[in-house]
């Protein structure tokens, strides 16, 4: 038998009519044509409809347009979950430019870092971050974008910095706007800049096509269904939101935007708004779990809230559970559009203990539906580590929900891509079903009398002491066994403890060598998105990690 | 503002860490790793794990390979919903071919044209098929096919012709076997013959991109959770069981085989294995409503049922709803993978009558969330017709889950796309709130008097008629009227009505031009699909139109 001649392939070529370049813009002019009634945008006192939000999508991209942006131009953005914020994720990519969100906690050298080196044309920014970027203005060495006042009746106080007031931008633009989707699937949507612990923050570029595939995907990880209703507790420009607000398009259902990640709001808005759906980091839910309001899980129907970010302690999965949140825990990095892996549950689990639901659920699993592998690899060989549980590698990723490359660094792109395997940094096994296990930011593990030390893994032993609210554990510089193990703790509010106690408490849960020989409390630095700053942490005990990390 | 230059794109290219071409393969692979405990396939007392499906799924992919199949290669299947046909869409593209299920009732010379067209180079065939083989096997003009007989042990009767069994077979492939991805995603996947009601059958060919995008439509169309429990109600062999056999892998559900549809069987697994999903055509969920043994609404959770494949009448929405069944009507044709519109619900018909319901859930709808579009043209103009639910045009296709085209056939490649749409030959209105509603097959429609007549707007009144089961209704000459509606009546089992009767009852409900004039009595021909083939009763009336449809 041979192969047919080319039958398959000839006169069955792409045309208008079977082939459009994936793109998230698609999901939005689809549900304002399908559900142009439903809400889709909820601020404050402030309601949309999908109708409203195209019609308000379009005009950004046709003002954006008419002020000259076009193909491939920077529009950042340092803005909260609010409106603006939302319809930036349409508005821009409309008119052909690439959206940089901005993290807002940035310093204004970070910020001005940022904007010099994507080029940004044009930069929309709220009052509460104003002053921030006034002084990250003069710091730019390159051309200054234009830059747009987002005002927010809701906010007290911040100031004004820009050229224009953002509604009033918009009444520049036509809400008939006729835009283009991408010429081809794999153009930039958008530009995300790591946090950036070692030297300068990489410039992540998403396209077209894995932001389509991640905010579908995100749906089959969550069993999503029609119509949720999503609470803004993830910064969007965070890994853009994880691709949440084109999911949410896609789903025609209800944006809650949130400026500040608080405890007694977000309790107000899951009752008030039948929220059910929301991201965030693991401090999100423990600030949660922890709060004095917290409610009852019996309180009604549990909201689902995804959990990525770092590796989430049991004590967070197990806590939520209580408090009414049925956690599901996906993995991720910036360079993979936020999660690509997914602890998908095993049916079985159900029946299992709390404690241990929440030592499987906190694994970082498998791939997402739409993601090609997840696995561990040793980087030098490129061979899969065996499932043991055991034996240590990197996890690598590989498929469609992979950035771009990062923007102007061809040697870190190909760095990150060596071996046709997206390289993460972070240290993990493979647990016997197969399923992905972080141990450790390869910068974070401590080799104490040349043992490996998980962070993560003592970490979790002192997230169970009841007096603990935070913990951090880095390695401490040691003349006789090279690296020891050092613990930072917050305490809970009225909470109290000694360095005694929590050694002690280590001991009889741990191998002696991985017990903390120092203790810290205090307030542990965090980033924007609630990850604790462990090179701080590293910073103040003196290890030799800290020069780079 | 001038665009940028290019950095976007310049080393950010496609590589092997961010790009793999889109394959529903991906999600067998993805689900025997996550997954492999978990029930994959049922067929009478045969139960497979996805991880045994995986292996036998590799076995005959590596089976094919050894015996010189490769890419583009066809490899047939004359098969009933049994496991062996749920492996070929998996085990066939694996090894580079594409797959042609065939369908069961077709006769011999019809399958001898498609054996021949499609050059098939394997033949897979159930034993109740044999003897239709055997008779199509001489009438073949070019090679025949290595023909595998696939045993049954639920099954009794029927023969055996060809020269291995599947078993056998199996057994010399490799269940470790390491398959390759398609190298494009536009690579053919399957090929899948049109009824073929106007001279011969067209052969339309799917791509990987396409399958593996409706496959992950499906669910968001129906809101389906993580492991449904799938029974295949709907023939494999049509429009590949609509993609489901990709959407069941990708949501790790579980595959009911069902050899024969037969209400008591149905309610029986539904019972039994705890079915929550099914798919067909108006015709079996007709027939489980009128099954005297039919279960009532409250019997337990409603199973999803998907419905296309003719405008389903008013009544057997409402009917299906009455017995337990949570219609989803979803609409398409072979051309573009099955379905590719819904009927989206909107939150609001839930506080409406069931009839209304009914009438709302009938219609076409819109676009499935991963097509881009379906509207309703004027197919000289290649305009939109007004949202006016009045005006007709024809319905039209555009997206990524549209036919690459079909084989060997440019010229009716050319015209089903003019335009850059694909044309469904389905004539509609749009109603004000931008929904499709199918009135008529291009050639389905009757001209009496100068007006047209929707036959689907006569046969809803008809299927309200409480002594009919089945209506059909054609153009019959008249040479006052050039042609006046015939109504064709299967009446439910006891049941009785006179022509008079008939014609009365719809002078209460339709226009009197509308009534039809005369009313014949007797089963109704319908194709395997449940399809009732107006084309024999256009023959019977003597109908111009006979003779061309």
């Given at each position: 038998?041979?192969?047919?001649?080319?039958?398959?392939?000839?006169?069955?070529?792409?045309?208008?009519?079977?082939?459009?370049?994936?793109?998230?813009?698609?999901?939005?002019?689809?549900?304002?044509?399908?559900?142009?009634?439903?809400?889709?945008?909820?601020?404050?006192?402030?309601?949309?409809?999908?109708?409203?939000?195209?019609?308000?999508?379009?005009?950004?991209?046709?003002?954006?347009?008419?002020?000259?942006?076009?193909?491939?131009?920077?529009?950042?953005?340092?803005?909260?979950?609010?409106?603006?914020?939302?319809?930036?994720?349409?508005?821009?990519?409309?008119?052909?430019?690439?959206?940089?969100?901005?993290?807002?906690?940035?310093?204004?050298?970070?910020?001005?870092?940022?904007?010099?080196?994507?080029?940004?044309?044009?930069?929309?920014?709220?009052?509460?971050?104003?002053?921030?970027?006034?002084?990250?203005?003069?710091?730019?060495?390159?051309?200054?974008?234009?830059?747009?006042?987002?005002?927010?009746?809701?906010?007290?106080?911040?100031?004004?910095?820009?050229?224009?007031?953002?509604?009033?931008?918009?009444?520049?633009?036509?809400?008939?706007?006729?835009?283009?989707?991408?010429?081809?699937?794999?153009?930039?949507?958008?530009?995300?800049?790591?946090?950036?612990?070692?030297?300068?923050?990489?410039?992540?570029?998403?396209?077209?096509?894995?932001?389509?595939?991640?905010?579908?995907?995100?749906?089959?990880?969550?069993?999503?269904?029609?119509?949720?209703?999503?609470?803004?507790?993830?910064?969007?420009?965070?890994?853009?939101?994880?691709?949440?607000?084109?999911?949410?398009?896609?789903?025609?259902?209800?944006?809650?935007?949130?400026?500040?990640?608080?405890?007694?709001?977000?309790?107000?808005?899951?009752?008030?708004?039948?929220?059910?759906?929301?991201?965030?980091?693991?401090?999100?839910?423990?600030?949660?779990?922890?709060?004095?309001?917290?409610?009852?899980?019996?309180?009604?129907?549990?909201?689902?809230?995804?959990?990525?970010?770092?590796?989430?302690?049991?004590?967070?999965?197990?806590?939520?559970?209580?408090?009414?949140?049925?956690?599901?825990?996906?993995?991720?990095?910036?360079?993979?559009?936020?999660?690509?892996?997914?602890?998908?549950?095993?049916?079985?689990?159900?029946?299992?203990?709390?404690?241990?639901?929440?030592?499987?659920?906190?694994?970082?699993?498998?791939?997402?539906?739409?993601?090609?592998?997840?696995?561990v690899m040793d980087p030098d060989t490129m061979q899969?580590v065996?499932?043991?549980?055991?034996?240590m590698g990197e996890i690598m990723?590989?498929?469609?929900?992979?950035?771009?490359?990062?923007?102007?660094?061809?040697?870190?792109?190909?760095e990150?891509?060596a071996g046709?395997w997206?390289h993460t940094g972070d240290l993990?096994?493979?647990?016997?079903?197969?399923?992905?296990?972080?141990?450790?930011?390869s910068?974070?593990?401590?080799?104490?009398?040349?043992?490996?030390?998980?962070?993560?893994?003592?970490?979790?032993?002192?997230?169970?002491?009841?007096?603990?609210?935070?913990?951090?554990?880095?390695?401490?510089?040691?003349?006789?066994?090279?690296?020891?193990?050092?613990?930072?703790?917050?305490?809970?509010?009225?909470?109290?403890?000694?360095?005694?106690?929590?050694?002690?408490?280590?001991?009889?849960?741990?191998?002696?060598?991985?017990?903390?020989?120092?203790?810290?409390?205090?307030?542990?630095?965090?980033?924007?998105?609630?990850?604790?700053?462990?090179?701080?942490?590293?910073?103040?005990?003196?290890?030799?990690?800290?020069?780079?990390?």
């Amino acid at each position: 038998m041979t192969a047919s001649a080319g039958v398959f392939d000839k006169g069955l070529e792409r045309n208008a009519a079977n082939f459009v370049p994936l793109s998230p813009l698609s999901f939005l002019k689809r549900t304002a044509s399908v559900h142009p009634g439903l809400p889709s945008v909820v601020h404050e006192g402030r309601r949309f409809t999908w109708g409203e939000t195209y019609a308000r999508c379009r005009r950004l991209a046709s003002a954006l347009v008419r002020s000259g942006i076009g193909k491939n131009d920077v529009v950042a953005a340092m803005l909260p979950n609010i409106p603006a914020m939302y319809e930036a994720h349409f508005g821009v990519p409309m008119a052909g430019a690439v959206l940089n969100t901005l993290n807002t906690r940035l310093d204004p050298e970070a910020i001005a870092f940022m904007l010099d080196h994507g080029g940004a044309r044009v930069l929309l920014v709220d009052p509460e971050f104003a002053s921030t970027v006034a002084k990250a203005l003069p710091l730019m060495q390159g051309p200054k974008p234009y830059v747009i006042d987002v005002d927010d009746a809701a906010f007290e106080g911040g100031g004004r910095v820009g050229a224009v007031e953002y509604e009033a931008f918009l009444t520049t633009g036509d809400p008939e706007f006729v835009w283009e989707g991408p010429s081809d699937e794999w153009d930039a949507i958008a530009l995300n800049y790591t946090s950036g612990t070692t030297g300068n923050p990489k410039g992540v570029v998403y396209h077209h096509r894995g932001a389509y595939l991640n905010a579908t995907s995100n749906v089959l990880a969550a069993g999503i269904p029609p119509h949720p209703v999503y609470l803004w507790t993830l910064p969007m420009f965070h890994c853009n939101g994880w691709c949440f607000p084109w999911t949410i398009a896609a789903l025609a259902g209800v944006n809650i935007c949130l400026r500040r990640v608080e405890a007694t709001k977000i309790f107000s808005l899951i009752a008030m708004e039948g929220v059910t759906h929301m991201c965030g980091a693991p401090i999100v839910y423990n600030m949660l779990i922890n709060a004095p309001d917290a409610p009852d899980a019996r309180a009604g129907r549990p909201v689902i809230g995804l959990i990525a970010g770092a590796a989430p302690p049991m004590a967070v999965i197990a806590g939520a559970e209580k408090i009414g949140i049925d956690i599901h825990h996906v993995y991720g990095l910036t360079e993979v559009y936020g999660p690509a892996s997914v602890c998908a549950r095993q049916p079985e689990w159900a029946g299992k203990s709390i404690d241990e639901r929440a030592r499987l659920n906190r694994r970082q699993g498998v791939p997402y539906h739409l993601q090609e592998a997840v696995t561990v690899m040793d980087p030098d060989t490129m061979q899969e580590v065996p499932a043991d549980g055991e034996t240590m590698g990197e996890i690598m990723f590989r498929g469609n929900i992979v950035m771009k490359g990062y923007l102007k660094n061809p040697k870190a792109t190909a760095e990150a891509f060596a071996g046709g395997w997206y390289h993460t940094g972070d240290l993990a096994v493979r647990d016997p079903d197969g399923y992905v296990m972080i141990k450790d930011r390869s910068k974070d593990i401590i080799i104490s009398g040349g043992e490996n030390i998980s962070s993560v893994e003592v970490e979790d032993v002192l997230f169970k002491h009841p007096a603990v609210l935070l913990a951090a554990v880095v390695a401490k510089p040691d003349p006789k066994w090279g690296e020891v193990p050092c613990a930072f703790i917050e305490l809970k509010d009225g909470a109290s403890a000694t360095e005694r106690e929590i050694i002690d408490y280590c001991k009889q849960h741990l191998a002696g060598f991985k017990t903390p020989k120092a203790v810290v409390f205090g307030e542990i630095p965090k980033t924007s998105t609630g990850k604790l700053q462990k090179f701080i942490l590293r910073q103040r005990v003196g290890s030799a990690g800290a020069i780079t990390a």
